[in-house]
């Protein structure tokens, strides 16, 4: 074995050089980038949750004022309950009155005392009330008539009396103006305020909260009041089944409740919320609480935002002791603050976490580099290519660690580039749609121009004909989206002008008288102005009864054409309200002017200006720009077909607005679908209401680095195909050698030999699996001479146990001769290849029969058949394997030339190892069935033709399955007695 030695002083430092520059600084300039990556990676995945937590913030801050989540829980409730929409048309009049079971279910299920509940079942015949009892109320259970017409009011059960039960009973008695709407106001309007000394909507609208003070609850007097009720279809028609009104205190909710419940609602899912304390303190909360003081902390093993409590809800906390002490020194050192926050383990990349296990390789590297070094510096390299010189190769392939380093830098800028590209993209879209928006309130800025102008006409004409009024108003809303104009002179009767291009003008005509109440209060309100009357005090009577709701009434009046939405208008409307002034020096109003805007007709004529202006498909510098708008009716959200973009999928468009809707806010989305990147924005105008989708698609790049992709690629793949290479030639080779000489073996050539002169563990194993092929071919030779009996119990039995012995066992013998016709009989016999082929059909019939060829004695065939558990009818399977293996030399060649004979008997006999241990062993059978299965052979060899000769014993097992006739009885040798022969037929 030639040695080259490296002792010398040249060749160590030359060594050296080579390890330090193959190993340790490769492994170096890795770890460097690899920590850069991680800490690039983790930096960006915080800048894109900061918008995420302070958008949780907010929805947190909302849920800890508990009126949504308030409602939310009823809404709960009333499905659990039923009072939901019914599919029946069965209408019961008592369904759902139990106001006791109300309550007692309403505080199970929201964890809190409710204060009152009132009740009532279908058309309002069957009524029930709850009152909690409390020494601090003046609340008084209202009587029943009082309870009726109430909820007759609300539920509008005077127009649906067709509708129910035959004992329908009218709240009302005859005459009585219920349908007027200042009766149904002012007596909706006192009922709850002779009840609890409060002021509600007029119309009080199902699974809706609202809030109010109480004069007569006590306390605070804030209270909470729910109207669930569920409507039921009959006929064409539907009415309320049954329904509760629920009245809750707020000092009743503990404050731990809200704060538990709050905190549990996350929005973002991946996001948790809590509350905690600010450290170090801040000195004035309330101050730093409306400038949205917040702090961004990275502490505990997790990302979070924190803040200080709102005011109100800090006041609330410090009251009621919910969750920090009643003593002011809890707050020493400390301020009450929300926190919302995310695991730091989710904004790690994925390789984060194989850090430590990563830096241990590297280590090793470095440590078997230095192994390697020393070993090859002491004895130097072996020309025999030994494992160590291979090894010592492989540790080469760490030189390729600067390039895993480059392209691993490479990686971490392109994730930076693509940030900067979707943040571009996102701004981008946000213009894109806020345009969009900008052109939706230029088009409400043009609508109220145009109410402004229509007023300065009218105040222009005001004196004319009333008719002549009229037709001017209805030419001036032809192409506009207007249903009805309302024109309401301050010393006349309003008149209503109804657009000849309504759609429903018996509905349009409905909601604009109700509106007429609207426009008489505003009269009544510029009516008592000094400019127009100074006598203030004649006025005051009639503005207080007549205007009603002051507040809402003077917003319209000083909303100067504004297009605003009115809640209390029936159907999908938005009105404008102008006043009419006499043009002069001094601008007297003469009449107000209320527009009635068909919602429908107004979203429709906007779409199609967006269309005209904002092609729905666009395609800008590569980008693919689609935009989808929806319409939300009655809860539901309507894709509009023709101002939307055929390439977007309805599914997302439908996802994107659900979620836009539910949450009221901008929903920002990111995401790839094929080979491109999709980035949307969807946001809510409340105001008509209508949803803007803007999407944009690009193709998914590769980042800045595209440019150099050729460059990018190639280092790997050589890197690769050096390593495969490497490991085929060296590794992989010998082992695949060495799986297909086992596969050749296996396939039953055992002669095939391996031929590896590698000089290492690997020709070792060859020489090996050489060795172990000369054996197996051995074997095979010798298990040619032996009985398949014998071969398996050489497999079972050890060295030790192979001794001369037996058993008892029950079996089944036959003894088959092949012998030449009569004619042929002076020729000699049988012939070998006779035999041969009478021994290859013996041997395939006793595979399939669970029998055996125990001896082969010239021209004859010994055969056992061992009752086993797969062959319990041993005696019927010798009988059948007899038969078969006489009819298969009948058919073939040899049955033109030869004949069998046979003889069978069973019974016990003795089966093991005969003959001595020093000498040949034969594993057989012995004993008297085998003797008299002999002499039925020769007995039958006397006969002609191929006679199958039975033992009576046999001839009794078999009776039942297998013909057989008493052939003679016969002297055998060895039987004292005549034997019974018995023939199978």
């Known amino acids: 074995m030639k040695v080259i030695k490296a002792r010398s002083q040249v060749s160590f430092w030359l060594l050296l050089s080579v390890w330090l520059l193959v190993v340790f600084l490769p492994a170096l300039l890795f770890r460097s980038a690899f920590d850069r990556f991680l800490n690039f990676s983790h930096e960006q995945q915080k800048q894109r949750v900061k ?30 309950q039923g009072f939901y929409d019914i599919d029946s048309e069965e209408v019961t009049a008592s369904a759902g009155c139990d106001a006791a079971r109300i309550r007692n279910d309403l505080e199970r299920h929201l964890g809190f005392p409710v204060f009152m509940v009132m009740a ?21 259970i209202p009587s029943t008539t009082m309870l009726r017409r109430f909820f007759a009011l609300v539920n509008d059960q005077m127009d649906h009396s067709q509708l129910f039960p035959e004992e329908y009973r009218p709240a009302f008695p005859p005459g009585t103006a219920y349908e007027d709407e200042k009766v149904r106001k002012v007596y909706l309007e006192g009922f709850l305020q002779n009840l609890l000394g409060t002021s509600m909507p007029f119309n009080v609208q199902p699974r809706r909260l609202y809030g109010a003070v109480a004069s007569k609850i006590g306390d605070t007097g804030r209270i ?24 809750i205190r707020a000092a009743d909710i503990a404050e731990s409740h809200i704060v538990r419940k709050a905190s549990s609602r996350s929005f973002y899912p991946d996001l948790l919320r809590r509350m905690t304390f600010l450290q170090p303190a801040i000195a004035d909360p309330d101050n730093f609480s409306w400038r949205g003081y917040s702090q961004v ?47 730091l383990s989710q904004l790690q990349h994925p390789l984060w976490h194989y850090q430590q296990p990563i830096y241990l390789l590297l280590r090793l590297l470095v440590l078997a580099g230095v192994l390697i070094f020393m070993r090859l510096y002491l004895f130097g390299f072996d020309m025999q290519m030994s494992l160590s010189i291979k090894i010592s190769l492989a540790v080469v392939a760490a030189g390729f660690l600067p390039l895993l380093s480059l392209l691993l830098s490479m990686a971490a800028y392109d994730d930076s580039a693509r940030a900067a590209r979707h943040d571009r993209i996102q701004r981008f879209i946000k213009i894109r749609n806020r345009e969009i928006q900008d052109y939706l309130s230029a088009c409400l800025r043009i609508k109220e121009e145009q109410a402004q102008e229509l007023a300065e006409k009218m105040g222009a004409i005001n004196e004319r004909q009333p008719l002549e009024l009229h037709d001017y108003l209805q030419a001036w809303m032809k192409r506009r989206p207007i249903d009805a104009i309302l024109y309401k002179p301050l010393f006349g009767e309003t ?34 102005s000094p400019l127009l009357n100074p006598d203030r005090q004649s006025m005051s009577t009639l503005l207080t009864e007549g205007s009603g709701n002051i507040g809402s009434t003077h917003s319209m009046m000083i909303s100067n054409g504004r297009i605003i939405n009115l809640a209390k208008l029936q159907g999908r409307s938005r009105i404008a309200v102008v006043l009419a002034c006499r043009p002069g020096e001094i601008r007297t109003p003469v009449a107000v002017i209320m527009i009635i805007y068909s919602l429908d007709r107004l979203i429709e004529e906007m779409l199609q200006g967006i269309v005209d202006r904002f092609p729905a498909e666009e395609d800008l510098a590569g980008w693919h720009i689609d935009r989808a708008f929806g319409v939300e009716a009655d809860g539901q959200i309507h894709k509009s077909m023709f101002a939307s973009s055929s390439q977007l999928d309805d599914d997302f468009i439908m996802n994107q607005m659900r979620a836009c809707f539910s949450s009221k806010r901008d929903i920002q989305w990111f995401g790839r679908k094929g080979g491109e990147e999709m980035f949307s924005f969807v946001c809510f105008d409340q105001s008509l209401p ?14 800045v680095m595209a440019g150099f992709e050729f460059w990018r690629w190639l280092y790997p793949f050589l890197l690769v195909l050096f390593i495969l290479l490497f490991s085929r030639y060296f590794f992989i080779g010998p082992a695949l050698q060495l799986a297909r000489g086992l596969s050749v073996i296996a396939g039953g050539d055992l002669q095939h030999r391996l031929q590896l002169h590698s000089g290492d563990e690997f020709e070792t194993l060859a020489q090996e699996f050489n060795q172990m092929a000369q054996g197996l071919m051995e074997k095979e030779q010798l298990e040619a001479y032996v009985s398949s009996d014998v071969l398996a119990e050489a497999r079972v039995s050890e060295v030790a146990h192979l001794h001369p012995g037996g058993e008892r066992i029950v079996a089944s013998v036959a003894f088959v001769s092949l012998l030449p016709l009569a004619k042929e009989a002076a020729g000699g016999g049988v012939q070998l290849p006779h035999i041969d082929s009478f021994l290859d059909l013996a041997q395939i019939l006793c595979g399939e029969t669970h029998g055996v060829i125990d001896k082969v004695i010239g021209h004859s065939l010994m055969l056992v058949f061992r009752a086993s558990g797969n062959n319990a009818d041993h005696q019927l ?68 033709d191929s006679p199958i000769l039975i033992s009576e014993e046999l001839r009794a097992a078999v009776a039942d399955r297998i013909s057989a006739r008493l052939e003679s009885e016969v002297q055998l040798k060895g039987k004292s007695l005549q034997t019974r022969v018995y023939r199978i037929a």
Do not use: W
């Not at 009988?879 to 069998?900: D, E, F, K, N």
């Open 51 to 80: 918008p995420l937590l302070f958008a949780e913030m907010q929805q947190f801050k909302e849920d800890l004022a508990f009126d949504r989540m308030l409602q939310e829980d009823f809404q709960t409730f009333d499905r659990k």
């Open 297 to 343: 902390r990275e502490q505990n093993g997790n990302y979070s935002l924190t803040t200080v409590v709102q005011p109100r809800q800090l006041v609330r906390i410090v009251q009621k002791g919910g969750i920090v002490a009643r003593d002011f020194s809890a707050f020493a050192g400390k301020t009450m603050g929300i926190e919302v926050f995310c695991r």
């Open 120 to 140: 009532h079942g279908a058309d309002t015949v069957k009524t029930d009330c709850s009152l909690a009892a409390a020494s601090f109320a003046e609340v008084k």
């Open 877 to 944: 399977n010798a009988c059948h394997m007899v038969m078969q293996l006489v009819a298969a030399v009948q058919a073939s060649q040899l049955g033109s030339s030869c004949r069998v004979a046979a003889g069978l008997a069973c019974g016990q006999l003795v089966s093991g190892k005969i003959g001595s241990r020093n000498g040949r062993l034969d594993f057989t059978v012995i004993g008297d069935t085998v003797n008299l299965a002999a002499r039925l052979k020769s007995y039958a060899e006397s006969l002609a």
């Open 495 to 528: 008149m209503t002008v109804i657009s000849p291009e309504a759609a429903l003008p018996a509905k349009i005509a409905k909601n604009a008288d109700a509106a007429k109440v609207f426009c008489g209060s505003i009269a009544e309100m510029l009516l008592s």
């Open 690 to 703: 209508l949803l803007n989708l803007t999407v944009i698609r690009v193709p998914a790049a590769a980042g």
């Open 224 to 247: 909470y009041i729910y109207y669930g009720a569920g409507s039921v279809a009959r006929g064409q028609g539907r009415c309320i089944s049954s329904g509760y009104l629920a009245v």
